[in-house]
């Protein structure tokens, strides 16, 4: 059975950081882009950032671009997103995915694998 189980999440002040990890398991996803994903209260789930299976190939949001930073370690099935100088508007709920491509994920928005979340609030 594949899973993939989200870390990390908690509540941080704004300005501060949070680490998220993402351990994968059932098979194994070196092969696959993995992503972040995020859904505030009431708005619709938002691509976050996504990086390619080799860690050649990286994109981001707009709004996450320089503050957040996704890396991986394929050797523990994992992938990590960095969160630096977090803002209230960061507030979320933030799933990890994985996915053949980077582009169905930050483009389609759409993954082939996903976790089920993990709370990050950010208070003012």
């Known amino acids: 059975q594949v899973q993939l189980v989200e870390s990390g999440g908690g509540l941080v002040q704004a300005g501060g950081s949070l680490r998220l990890s993402c351990v994968a398991s059932?098979?194994?996803f070196s092969w696959y882009a993995r992503g972040w994903f995020r859904q505030a209260p009431g708005k619709e789930r938002e691509f976050v950032a996504a990086i390619g299976w080799r860690s050649s190939t990286t994109t981001y949001a707009d709004s996450v671009k320089g503050r957040f930073t996704i890396s991986r370690d394929n050797a523990k099935n994992t992938v990590y997103l960095q969160m630096n100088s977090l803002k209230p508007e960061d507030t979320a709920v933030y799933y990890c995915a994985a996915d053949a491509l980077v582009e169905s994920m930050s483009q389609r928005r759409s993954a082939d694998y996903w976790g089920q979340g993990t709370q990050v609030t950010v208070s003012s």
């Open positions: 059932g098979r194994t």
